[in-house]
């Protein structure tokens, strides 16, 4: 049977361990590796994007990652409570034409006893920045552990 610890009922490091290792996954850019934290069932609502099961997650991630070139993320915890974490993040990431955008979101996850996620509901806006404004400037992959979260960076 699939797992992915750490496993609910949470606590605050554990919610913690969980969304860093969410971030870390979303930032690979990889839809493979990004799908096999969710239940082969899982549903999904992306902004107005209704999703059921890995294989539509994969390919809404393949289409996401295309046209959002550059993605860099940041997740930080917001609560939790038993199998349910919420979630505020913000994304950096331009389009074909080179307009740099700042996506701002909340998601609410629900896991199964394995710590697959079994629902992720996601809610965001996205606000056009200039170039000179963004603030998430490591190299595309893992955020380094030293460089600051939404909170110390004012978001």
Same mark, same amino acid.
């Given at each position: 049977?699939?797992?992915?610890?750490? *496993?609910?009922? #949470?606590? &605050?490091?554990?919610?913690?361990?969980?969304?860093?290792?969410?971030?870390?996954?979303?930032?690979?850019r990889d839809p493979e590796k990004v799908s096999l934290a969710y239940t082969p069932e899982s549903r999904w609502r992306?902004?107005? $994007? *209704?999703?059921?099961?890995?294989?539509?997650?994969?390919?809404? &991630?393949?289409?996401?990652?295309?046209?959002?070139?550059?993605?860099?993320?940041?997740?930080e915890l917001w609560s939790f409570h038993e199998n349910r974490i919420a979630v505020r993040f913000c994304y950096e990431?331009?389009?074909?034409?080179?307009?740099? *955008?700042?996506? $701002?979101?909340?998601?609410?996850?629900? *896991?199964?006893?394995?710590?697959?996620?079994?629902?992720?509901?996601?809610?965001?806006?996205?606000?056009?920045?200039?170039?000179?404004?963004?603030? #998430?400037?490591?190299?595309?992959?893992?955020?380094?552990?030293?460089?600051?979260?939404?909170?110390? &960076?004012? &978001?």
């Open positions: 049977m699939e797992s992915r610890p750490p *496993f609910p009922p #949470f606590t &605050l490091e554990t919610a913690r361990e969980k969304v860093r290792k969410a971030e870390d996954a979303w930032n690979s992306n902004r107005d $994007h *209704f999703l059921t099961g890995r294989p539509q997650i994969v390919a809404f &991630l393949q289409a996401k990652w295309a046209r959002e070139q550059e993605y860099r993320l940041i997740k990431w331009r389009d074909d034409a080179g307009q740099w *955008f700042r996506s $701002h979101g909340n998601e609410m996850w629900q *896991f199964d006893a394995q710590g697959l996620m079994e629902q992720r509901h996601a809610s965001i806006n996205d606000v056009a920045i200039a170039e000179a404004d963004r603030k #998430f400037l490591w190299p595309q992959g893992r955020r380094p552990d030293d460089h600051a979260g939404l909170s110390e &960076l004012g &978001l």
